[in-house]
């Protein structure tokens, strides 16, 4: 599973971003896709999943109620809907395929896609 990740840039204190994450292959409807991020001389970390039905979703405590992950069948593509941005959402993106079951668990995934710089500067 090839993934492709998009949508990022520079933007001011509470602005949105919309990243995408896309997939050629029909068999990604059977995947469970997880969005993680690293900070600048950070560590990766979790930000959210959809599963691989899109009935569930989890996000980490601090971007709840700012991020939304949705699916689209027909396209092959997972959004992450990011609002009211922060500096500290600083950090490349990175999409993630795991297949069936999601997890939080950055090594429980198969297929990574090449990341998305966001920046969101003060």
């Known amino acids: 599973v090839q993934l492709q990740a998009s949508g990022g840039g520079s933007v001011q204190e509470g602005a949105s971003l919309r990243l995408s994450c896309t997939a050629p292959q029909p068999t990604?409807?059977?995947?469970?896709?997880?969005?993680f991020r690293q900070p600048p001389g950070g560590d990766r970390e979790f930000v959210g999943y959809v599963s691989?039905?899109?009935?569930?979703t989890t996000y980490t405590d601090s971007v709840k109620g700012r991020f939304t992950i949705?699916?689209?069948y027909a396209k092959n593509t997972v959004y992450l809907q990011m609002n009211s941005l922060k500096p500290e959402d600083t950090a490349v993106y990175h999409?993630?395929?795991?297949?069936y079951?999601?997890?939080?668990?950055?090594?429980?995934?198969d297929y990574w896609?090449?990341?998305?710089?966001?920046?969101v500067s003060s």
Do not use: E, H
Request: proline share 3%; with cysteine; glycine share 14%.
């Open 101 to 109: 079951r999601p997890s939080m668990n950055a090594d429980g995934y």
């Open 95 to 99: 999409c993630a395929a795991k297949y």
């Open 28 to 35: 990604f409807s059977s995947y469970s896709i997880g969005w």
């Open 70 to 72: 949705s699916r689209d």
């Open 52 to 56: 691989w039905n899109g009935d569930s």
């Open 113 to 119: 896609g090449q990341g998305t710089q966001v920046t």
